[in-house]
């Protein structure tokens, strides 16, 4: 455990949570890798000229991507916003000045019903935001190609196709299918991958905006990196006079999403799947014994070259239904935080992306000593309304 770096948190009165829950920007995204956290720390005391450095971002997203340009903003999120405002825009200042207000622009916005998430938020207010408006396509369970080419109209500016495990998975059109139909009527096709690895497949796919999350995988500083069409990327760099301002990025993340796609570029990423792979293996063989847990290796629903353990819970058995198991785990010293998105479902999944070494050991004993108490004596547990309502009532409450 000695390569675990120094840790402030308990000086800070915060706790020393361990993350198994995946890149979460609520529990700070990601291991920020050692080259960004030199990077940023050397550019920190100095000046810089933010259009020269953003203009060495763009160089390395062509280079990383084979974008023909890029662009760091504060986040995915924002990144969209300002994707859909150069949409409407182009690089009229005087545009740019005017937004929310969109009148004399095209200003409609396309997304599949299917594609309108809540990524902490909602993707059609982040699109909103820009004064755009939001066109659903189809149904939540089936989009066609003659429904989104029906939608579009002189007032259509941008079409965005969300990949994430959060998209409805089946009945949905297709990015090749999506952006031919959008490129037939002169539409341009916002991807956002904020959370995908291929940072060429969705370009190669005709995408003229691919938006990426520089605090997860990447493990650089929170920002948004923007891979697209050299003139839609001028046009977000352009935002900056307008509604782009509020969501002005600095020197330190700019600095550090080039350092992370440069440490990206000459990962070992077999070495770090291989890590992965071997974390899976100890909770696999250690879980599996425990009465009423049934232990599988599930692949990322969006191809991600990377795997989580589904812990399926047979409360009658174990004694435990899976969301006090994942409460118990967040309430054990050292907390632990798992992926909980599914308890409803009677499973929770770790996910092992953002291990320090050892701290496997860590959470396949807390497990166990949870499971096994819970087998002695198993307790009356919350229902999920009880828990969804406390997690409400904590949310209102901040900062107390
Ligand atoms: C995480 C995520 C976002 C938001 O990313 P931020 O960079 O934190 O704003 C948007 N879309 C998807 C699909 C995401 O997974």
Redesign the pocket.
């Known amino acids: 455990m000695s390569n675990i770096p120094f840790d402030p948190r308990p000086g800070l009165g915060l706790r020393p949570i361990i993350n198994v829950s995946g ?1 979460m ?1 609520e529990l700070g ?1 990601s291991i920020v890798s050692p080259e960004v956290v030199a990077a940023v720390s050397d550019i920190l005391p100095h000046f810089v000229e933010i259009s020269h450095l953003q203009r060495l971002a763009s160089r390395q997203i062509a280079m990383s991507t084979g974008a023909q340009a890029g662009y760091i903003t504060a ?6 916003t300002l994707s859909v405002a150069a949409c409407m825009t182009g690089s009229s200042l005087s545009e740019i000045e005017q937004l929310p207000d969109t009148q004399g622009m095209r200003s409609k916005v396309l997304l599949q019903m299917g594609h309108a ?1 809540h ?3 909602s ?1 059609e207010q ?1 699109i909103r935001l820009s004064g755009a408006q939001v066109r659903l396509i189809g149904t939540a369970t089936l989009a066609s190609g003659y429904q989104l080419e029906a939608a579009i109209d002189d007032d259509t500016a941008a079409a965005v196709f ?3 495990h ?1 998209v409805v998975d089946h009945g949905q059109i297709g990015l090749p299918e999506f952006v031919e139909i959008c490129h037939a009527r002169n539409v341009a096709v916002i991807v ?4 995908e690895y291929d940072l060429h497949g969705f370009l190669s796919a005709g995408a003229d905006i691919v ?1 990426y ?4 995988f990447l493990g650089g500083c ?3 990196v923007v891979a697209g069409k050299l003139d839609l990327v001028r046009s977000m760099y352009l935002q900056n006079r307008g509604i782009g301002r509020g969501f002005k990025v600095g020197k330190e993340s700019i600095v550090g999403s080039i350092a992370a796609l440069r440490a990206w570029s000459t990962r070992d990423h077999i070495a770090v799947r291989a890590r992965e792979a071997a974390a899976m293996q100890v909770w696999m063989e250690l879980f599996a014994p425990l009465p009423g847990v049934q232990v599988a290796i599930e692949p990322d629903p969006t191809g991600n070259p990377l795997s989580r353990l589904r812990i399926q819970i047979d409360p009658a058995s174990a004694g435990i239904t899976a969301w006090d198991l994942a409460d118990r785990l967040e309430q054990h010293s050292p907390p632990i935080i798992v992926r909980d998105h599914d308890v409803e479902q009677g499973f929770l999944v770790l996910d092992p992306c953002n291990l320090h070494p050892g701290q496997e050991h860590i959470v396949a004993d807390a497990v166990i000593a949870i499971c096994r108490a819970a087998m002695r004596s198993p307790e009356s547990s919350r229902t999920l309304v009880e828990r969804r309502a406390a997690n409400a009532q904590s949310l209102l409450s901040w900062p107390d």
């Open positions: 890149t920007t995204a986040s995915s999120a924002s990144a969209l998430i990524y902490g938020a993707i982040t969300v990949v994430s959060h956002d991958a904020a959370s938006i999350s520089a605090h997860k929170t920002a948004g």
